[in-house]
T-cell receptor
């Protein structure tokens, strides 16, 4: 009963470095999402994948790319990290659209120095 | 565009006292409404949701929320809180059948002994 698994849990990057955040779900959910959480701002949607083979931009997509590798996995890539991308990143999944609610991973705390 | 306003950033309350966490939303279309809870260093967990039907929805641990369409509100209440309810609570809204859930900034509930 793993649910949504995110790796790594913590990461420190230097400005300009790249990295990929991994996310996998084992609930056979169709839709997957990437959010960032910043103090006082709640969660903001970066990208989402409504179903395998599709991806769409959310509210704050600049500086990020995503890949829906298969039904289980949805990765988030930072090509050239900036200090403004210091945040906690959450991956989530849902069975179909928003009506079922989301299952969240435990998050990745990223610091860009 | 949709938005969610959580009117209190922090709510301190004594154990066994009642609590209300306030949430207002704006949307021009029909919506689904959610409350999520986040314990320290964890991801968000779905607490309860309103999709349709009865305007009063309840969680398994004693929380309830009432959808008020005329006031565009979805306040969360509990008649008697426990120390273990200390957490951050997020109100969220999405278009019916959509893929972009919008989260409020969160309300930190602190239960004191």
């Amino acid at each position: 009963n793993a649910g949504v698994t995110q790796t790594p849990k913590f990461q420190v990057l230097k400005t300009g470095q790249s990295m990929t955040l991994q996310c996998a779900q084992d609930m056979n959910h169709n839709s997957m999402y990437w959010y960032r959480q910043d103090p006082g701002m709640g969660l903001r949607l970066i990208y989402y994948s409504a179903s395998e083979g599709t991806t769409d931009k959310g509210e704050v997509p600049n500086g990020y790319n995503v890949s829906r590798l298969n039904k289980r996995e949805f990765s988030l890539r930072l090509e050239s990290a900036a200090p403004s991308q210091t945040s906690v990143y959450f991956c989530a999944s849902s069975e179909l659209a928003d009506s079922y609610g989301y299952t969240f991973g435990s998050g990745t705390r990223l610091t860009v120095v | 565009a949709q938005s969610v306003t959580q009117l209190d950033s922090q709510v301190p309350v004594f154990e066994e006292a009642p609590v209300e966490l306030r949430c207002n939303y704006s949307s021009s279309v029909s919506v689904y409404l959610f409350w999520y809870v986040q314990y320290p260093n964890q991801g968000l967990q779905l607490l309860l949701k309103y999709l349709s039907g009865s305007t009063l929805v309840k969680s398994i641990n004693g929380f309830e929320a009432e959808f008020n369409k005329s006031q565009t509100s979805f306040h969360l209440r509990k008649p008697s809180v426990h120390i273990s309810d200390t957490a951050e609570y997020f109100c969220a809204v999405s278009d019916t059948g959509g893929f972009k859930t919008i989260f409020g900034a969160g309300t930190r509930l602190f239960v004191k002994a």
